[in-house]
């Protein structure tokens, strides 16, 4: 069984504004990088994310960028106590749904098949869910939900 998952959700701006709000590091760390997020996501570029409730920024390798369409990026796994020593890979699309509408999916698959790597995806599927509904409130009503939600 190949460990992957997929969620996705609708948020009340056009796709520029929210893809936007994705690549941009400014705005990107506005609800979503709660430590901060360097780096614009351009295909072959290596950005840092930051999360109060993961200590340490990280490298995320930005491997491909379509404007408004789809990023692709590779990150550490993590199965728990650390890095595994291997990649995952997450892709997000964007689609609009009509002119003030988008669609916005993320996939990320890659995991070891192991217990480590069923938990390691289980932990980041919770996180893209939570990285969704923070992005739905700040794009729509300008509200941080993770603003002292993990410290």
Request: hydrophobic share 40%; charged share 20%.
């Amino acid at each position: 069984m190949e460990l992957k998952f997929r969620v996705a959700g609708r948020i009340a701006k056009p796709v520029a504004d929210v893809f936007e709000a994705v690549v941009n590091p400014a705005q990107l760390s506005r609800y979503f990088t709660t430590g901060g997020a360097k780096g614009r996501l351009e295909t072959g570029a290596t950005v840092s994310w930051d999360f109060h409730d993961f200590p340490g920024a990280f490298p995320v390798k930005v491997i491909d960028v379509i404007k408004n369409e789809k990023i692709v990026l590779q990150w550490a796994a993590h199965e728990g106590s650390g890095a595994a020593g291997y990649d995952t890979t997450v892709t997000m699309t964007f689609a609009p749904v009509d002119s003030d509408r988008t669609l916005v999916t993320i996939s990320e698959e890659g995991w070891n098949q192991t217990p480590g790597g069923l938990k390691g995806a289980f932990g980041n599927c919770e996180g893209w869910t939570g990285a969704l509904c923070a992005m739905k409130a700040w794009l729509e009503h300008g509200i941080n939900l993770r603003e002292g939600f993990y410290k």
